[in-house]
C-alpha cells in the first residue's frame, strides 16, 4: 500500500520555474517505478515524466517530447520523495499534476497507485 501527496504546483508566468514534489509512504519505495503524468482541461491525462529500473541495474529517466530538455525527473530514495523539475514554462504546461508509482518497469505504466493531484497554471 502507497500514498502519494504531490505538492509544489501554483501559478507562474511563461518562462519560469516550479519544483513539484511527491512524497511517498510506504516500504521499499526504491524499487518502485515513479511517474508524472498531467491532465488539462477537457484533456486525456498524459504522460509526462517517469524514473524506472532499467533491469534492476540503475535508473532510468523518460520524458514526453512536449517537456524533452525543459523538465527533469528525480528522485532522493532517503526521503521517499520524487521530484519534477519544470523550467521555461509555458501556458500549454497548464494542468493538475499527478504522481504515479508502481513496479511497470514502462515509462507509461500501467502504475498501481497515484496522488490527488497539484494545479499548475502558466499564464502567458
Known amino acids: 500500500q502507497v500514498r502519494l501527496v504531490e505538492s509544489g504546483g501554483g501559478l507562474v508566468q511563461a518562462g519560469g520555474s516550479l519544483r513539484l514534489s511527491c512524497a511517498a509512504s510506504?516500504?521499499?519505495?526504491?524499487?518502485?517505478?515513479m511517474g508524472w503524468f498531467r491532465q488539462a482541461p477537457g484533456k486525456e491525462r498524459e504522460f509526462v515524466a517517469a524514473?524506472?529500473?532499467?533491469?534492476?541495474?540503475?535508473?532510468?529517466?523518460d520524458y514526453a517530447d512536449s517537456v524533452k530538455g525543459r523538465f527533469t525527473i528525480s528522485r532522493d530514495n532517503a526521503k521517499n520523495t520524487v521530484f519534477l523539475q519544470m523550467n521555461s514554462l509555458k501556458p500549454e504546461d497548464t494542468a493538475v499534476y499527478y504522481c504515479?508509482?508502481?513496479?511497470?518497469?514502462?515509462?507509461?505504466?500501467?502504475?498501481?497507485?497515484w496522488g490527488q493531484g497539484t494545479q499548475v497554471t502558466v499564464s502567458s
Open positions: 510506504g516500504r521499499a519505495f526504491s524499487s518502485y517505478d
Open positions: 504515479a508509482a508502481g513496479n511497470t518497469r514502462r515509462a507509461q505504466g500501467p502504475y498501481d497507485y
Open positions: 524514473i524506472t529500473w532499467s533491469g534492476g541495474i540503475t535508473y532510468y529517466a
